[in-house]
């Protein structure tokens, strides 16, 4: 793929994207090797392209054993990835290794580790990091999973630096019955500097959402999303009511709020650490089908 661009001073730049992989897919062995690289003068005035001034190739290969018994299927993966600018500065560096189960009654398992290289304010930064989850689906009405990635992490500033980080992602969903369902997740992101003669923890992160749903009908539902926020000290809160007539005529209504801790926007006028409404709109919006 190529473009020819001219700019409002008649500048003339010209660009090309080069695309190409060979894969299979089996029910053991598979493979994947792609090459792609994108030019730094492509452009596209009409199309959105997230970065250029890359070559990459990237290469995979697998292997699945299926002993289709208390273990459904399991698997090993090595994957490698290599990433360049045209002056042929390497930018990125990523090694791989992971491992899957699945396992009868809906339940599966992962595990991964990674050594990878990332540049960052033209300093090559070394990480090592490792990664383990699972989901357990057995349940209709209530099913959860896991997740935890933990490993070196770059603090990107002015002046960036290797540190240690962790996230930690929990999620369940609840069906009490077919009409409502819930989805209750918290995420958490912790950075400490590992620097000094003494870990300092630099921030510790946690956000609750819980996203729930009830089926009044097959045209009324209605909605409900809860989320806070433990950096921010936020607490944000949408209720919305949606009455569908066909695929193309639906009538919503709703309801959004914003709860903040008054002691981090006044602490004179509020000392204490209670959650305050900042914020409040109704809304409603009517979609409607002509056929003609």
Sequence with gaps: MGTSNRDLEGVERQGHIIDANIQKRGRNPSYFLAHYQIDPD??????????????????????????????????????????????????????????????????????????DMERFQEIDFWKTRYT????????????????????????????????SGTEFDLNMTLRPSSRLQSEITLGTSRFIDVRGSADEELFDVKIWRAFTTYQFTTRLLLRNIMEYNSFDKRLLANVLATYRVNAGTVFFVGDDARYDQGNRFDAALFPDSRLLRTNHAIFTKLQFLFRL
């Design 42 to 115: 492509f452009q596209t005035a009409t199309g959105f392209i997230r970065r250029v001034d890359q070559k990459n190739t990237i290469t995979n290969m697998s292997y699945r054993w299926w002993p289709e018994s208390w273990i459904i299927n399991w698997g090993s993966r090595v994957n490698y990835r290599r990433s360049y600018d045209f002056d042929g500065v390497l930018q990125d560096e990523q090694t791989g290794v992971s491992v899957d189960a699945r396992f009868a009654r809906n339940i599966d398992f992962n595990a991964s580790f990674n050594r």
């Design 132 to 163: 383990i989850g699972g989901n357990v689906r057995t349940s209709r009405r209530i099913s959860f999973g896991g997740r935890i990635d933990t490993g070196d992490q770059i603090y990107s500033v002015e002046n960036p630096f290797l540190g």
